[in-house]
């Protein structure tokens, strides 16, 4: 599976942005995952690709929605009431397990807001 993560860029503090992932096949999970500056890299959501069953981090709960469009074969990941702290780069994952294990990355998009 190749993925194609698109969709940075900056944003005001309290915003919204939209994340793409292209996927060049299928996978059982897709999942969005965020590197900010000086940081490790951490786990945002995650979506089964059939039956679209999701889960997110506490820290995105209520602000972040990830979801599938089949007919484009992508998963987005919308993302509200934005703060600075969520400034970082943008991953996108994918495992046939469906575990903790993530064999297949996306190149990441930059995503910055500002206060």
């Known amino acids: 599976v190749q993925l194609q993560a698109s969709g940075g860029g900056l944003v005001q503090a309290g915003g919204s942005l939209r994340l793409s992932c292209a996927a060049s096949?299928?996978?059982?999970?897709v999942g969005w995952f965020r590197q900010a500056p000086g940081k490790e890299r951490e786990f945002l959501a995650r979506i089964i690709w059939n039956g679209g069953i999701t889960y997110y981090a506490d820290s995105v709960k209520g602000r972040f929605s990830i979801s599938i469009d089949n007919a484009r074969n992508t998963v987005s990941l919308q993302m509200s009431s934005l703060k600075p702290e969520d400034t970082g780069v943008y991953y996108c994952?994918?495992?046939?397990?469906?575990?903790?294990?993530?064999?297949?990355w996306g190149q990441g998009t930059l995503v910055t807001v500002s206060s």
């Open positions: 994952a994918a495992n046939w397990n469906g575990g903790s294990t993530w064999p297949y």
């Open positions: 096949g299928r996978a059982l999970t």
